[in-house]
């Protein structure tokens, strides 16, 4: 069964195993009692009654990988600080901008405390003696949870000195930025956390966990990474590791949103639910919108190079799609049915890294606006051959070098992997090629019919019509 | 025209203090600038860069990074509709031109009477409700024309400013540090031990 609960706009709800979302249910879900009248704080209690490096090897052996984009295990990352260096410190990401992603703004407004619980036993495993939790500034509601229920926690003893009543101590800094996708990435964020420009720094030298915020080891986690912390502290490893794979165990959120009969946030076992199961399954989306067929996917946000019908029975695993050509990433699923005008829809997504580029690497900033101008030439019907191929060259300057790309039978292609090279600092660069390079790869000749008719297609919205 | 106030230099200071380096509170204090006066003046610049031990110059540099932040006064409610992809799939387009229309301005600009900007934004971390759109960072989903036009008339005969306040204020709540439950700061040059939980267990 499933059911969307009207105060967390877009969750749906259904009879699977529930880590983060656990709470969604209830209208007052973000404040204290409600949190621990419901096991809240049970978790952090748990890791205080343990030494911390055996907490810290807990989060090891449950494997908790990243769900901010990169999938990189969290404990893992924990423990590549430099040995001795201190004060070292947590940065919560809570940018959320990645198009098609939806799920730290709900782990925000509707469980603040849960993520307050997971920074907690983050520091206390990390060693880490102070936190900020930087929230996207266009997010007013998540931002007035946040501080509420941070008010709230101080107020009762479980952040600032000495919390319940032990030597741990650490104090949650509530940041917030002001409108920069590029800040999402963790050597931006804490540029921008650092009072600058919001750029991204060149890694190496500049992993944070060896040389973060303020030069010191600085540990950058997402929120729904961090949301998992207090489930795995009270139910144990083993619980968590019960659900999912072995390579991506417990549950993932992800938002499937476009032409889906019911698009929405779902929390999924991870590893197992495939494409197919998320966009057709009765459970989720149930297919797709007026009976239409499909016509691509985006799999892992924006960034990721697209897929279509014939990798629908991928599971969400990372290796898998990453060896299909693409990547999980933040966990959003973009859907396009037939109606789709495929290069208006690329352009979309191009438009926004090309705008997003914080102008660092050439490149990016004069490749990505290139990218953008040529393709909005040929969606407006004035392109030429010629601009195809340059659509292809500037990629190529971006990202020199094998594309990924899906398999795909009709078009003779085999996958190449994820991963791509680059040219620049960050993947802005490459993400803003990433559209077009799917596009073009995959449905050519809807390019072409725009540029030998040389008319103009006026465009209202894209795929609107039905 | 326009430092802080003198509320607004204790909150400022209040906000500084729990940053190990001032300067880290910049882009909180602009954010109260711009609450202060709906968008950044010349002098809300001078004096943070004042509070915080930068220049002028420096602030400037910071501020105009963020799209956020406004160097002329804006309408009182701001619009914006989202339109990247998962919104173009489901009509933002035609939403933005319906809003051109009825406001009688095009994306990016004010109307004479300064009650509306209307803009043209990215990725609101919505996708599931498209199309969508903020006033002021409030959301409303899955928009018809008609949704909107409803919209523009509630915030024109200011029906919904119990729930949006004017352009500048974001969140309504402030985070408070209690002085007896905080730890407080220290520069991280001061810091030479590990934290002292690490040895052995926290001893609940
Ligand atoms: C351009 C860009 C934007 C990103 N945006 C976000 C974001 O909004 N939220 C996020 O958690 N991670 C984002 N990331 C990934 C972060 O750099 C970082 O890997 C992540 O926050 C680490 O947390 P995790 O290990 O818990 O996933 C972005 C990365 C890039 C390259
Ligand atoms: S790739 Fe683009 S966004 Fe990333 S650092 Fe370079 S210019 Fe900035
Ligand atoms: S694409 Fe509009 S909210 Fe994400």
């Known amino acids: 069964m499933t059911s969307s609960y009207l105060h967390a706009p877009g969750f749906i709800a259904g009879d699977r195993p529930k880590i983060v979302t656990s709470r969604f249910e209830y209208v007052d879900s973000y404040k204290i009692d409600r949190f621990i009248a419901t096991g809240g704080y049970q978790g952090l209690r748990s890791a205080l009654s343990r030494p911390a490096q055996t907490v810290h090897d807990d989060v090891k052996s449950a494997t908790v990988l990243g769900r901010g984009g990169a999938g990189f295990p969290a404990g893992v990352k924990w423990g590549l600080t430099p040995q001795e260096v201190w ?42 003696s102070q936190c900020f939790l930087y929230i996207r500034g266009e997010m007013a509601v998540a931002q007035e949870r946040v501080a509420e229920a941070l008010n709230e926690a101080y107020e009762a003893g479980y952040v600032g000195k000495n919390i319940l009543g032990t030597n741990f101590s650490v104090d949650i800094v509530l940041h917030w930025g002001a409108g920069a996708y590029v800040v999402g990435e963790e050597t931006a964020l804490i540029e921008s956390l650092e009072g600058n420009r919001g750029m991204p720094r060149l ?10 915020l303020y030069g010191q080891p600085t540990i950058v986690n997402n929120v729904e990474t961090l949301a998992n912390l207090p489930w795995l502290m009270t139910n144990g490893v083993d ?28 929390e999924i076992v991870n590893g197992t639910t495939t494409f197919r199961d998320l966009i057709y399954g009765e459970e989720f989306c149930g297919g797709i919108r007026n009976g239409h067929a499909l016509k691509a996917f985006v799999p892992g946000g924006g960034s990721a190079p697209w897929f279509t019908s014939d990798q629908l029975d991928l599971p969400f695993e990372g290796s898998q799609v990453g060896a299909a050509g693409s990547m999980l990433g933040s966990g959003a699923i973009m859907v396009m049915d037939e109606t789709t005008d495929i290069p208006a829809a690329a352009l979309t997504l191009t438009r926004f890294y090309a705008h997003e580029s914080c102008g660092k ?22 392109g030429t051959d010629a601009d195809l191929a340059q659509l292809i060259e500037v990629g190529e300057s971006i990202c020199p070098g094998d594309f990924p790309h899906a398999s795909n039978e009709a078009l003779g292609l085999t996958a190449v992997p994820f991963p791509y090279k680059m040219t620049t600092i960050c993947f802005v660069g490459p993400s803003a090629y990433v559209p077009v390079h ?20 006026k465009v209202t919205a894209v795929g609107v019509s039905s | 025209m326009s430092r802080l106030t003198d509320a607004h230099v204790a909150l400022a200071n209040e906000i500084i203090g729990r940053y190990p380096r001032p300067k880290s509170a910049l882009v909180p204090l602009l954010h109260l600038a711009q609450e202060q006066d709906g968008y950044i003046t010349r002098d809300a610049m001078v004096h943070i860069g004042e509070l915080v031990g930068v220049t002028s110059a420096e602030v400037y540099g910071t501020a105009t990074f963020y799209e956020m932040f406004k160097f002329e006064p804006v309408g009182k409610y701001v619009v914006n509709i989202c339109g990247t992809m998962s919104c173009a799939l489901m009509g933002s387009e035609e939403l933005m031109h319906h809003a051109e229309q009825r406001l009688g ?26 199309p969508c759109l903020q006033v002021n960072y409030r959301y409303r989903y899955r928009l018809t024309p008609a949704d909107l036009d409803e919209l523009i008339d509630d915030l024109s005969a200011e029906r919904l400013t119990h729930e949006i306040p004017p352009h500048g204020t974001v969140a309504k709540v402030r985070q408070h540090i209690p002085s007896h439950r905080g730890v407080g700061v220290v520069a991280p040059e001061l810091v030479t031990e590990s934290p002292a939980w690490l040895n052995g267990k926290a001893a609940l």
């Not at chain 1, 619980?239 to 779902?266: E, F």
């Not at chain 1, 490749?367 to 969606?379: D, H, N, Q, Y």
């Open chain 1, 87 to 128: 004060p070292r410190y947590l940065v919560v990401n809570g940018d959320e901008s990645e198009p098609g992603t939806y799920k730290d703004r709900l782990l925000m407004e509707r469980d603040p405390h849960q993520l307050i619980e997971g920074c907690l036993i983050a520091c206390y495993a990390a060693g880490l």
């Open chain 1, 203 to 212: 890694k190496p030298p500049f992993f944070p966990a060896a040389n973060g």
């Open chain 1, 239 to 266: 619980a968590y590791t019960a659900i999912g794979t072995k390579t991506s165990p417990g549950t993932r959120m992800v938002a499937v949103s476009g032409h889906v009969v019911r698009p929405g946030v779902y």
């Open chain 1, 361 to 382: 690497c050439t490149p990016c900033r004069e490749g990505g606006t290139w990218l953008e101008r040529i393709l909005s030439r040929v969606v407006d019907g004035k």
């Open chain 1, 438 to 457: 799917s596009a073009l790869t995959l449905f050519r000749s809807e390019f072409d019919a725009r540029i030998t008719k040389r008319t103009m297609i």
């Open chain 2, 105 to 130: 301005i095009k994306a990016g600009g004010t109307t004479p009477d300064g009650m509306f900007t209307l803009e043209h934004a990215e990725c609101q971390a919505a996708c599931t409700e498209a």
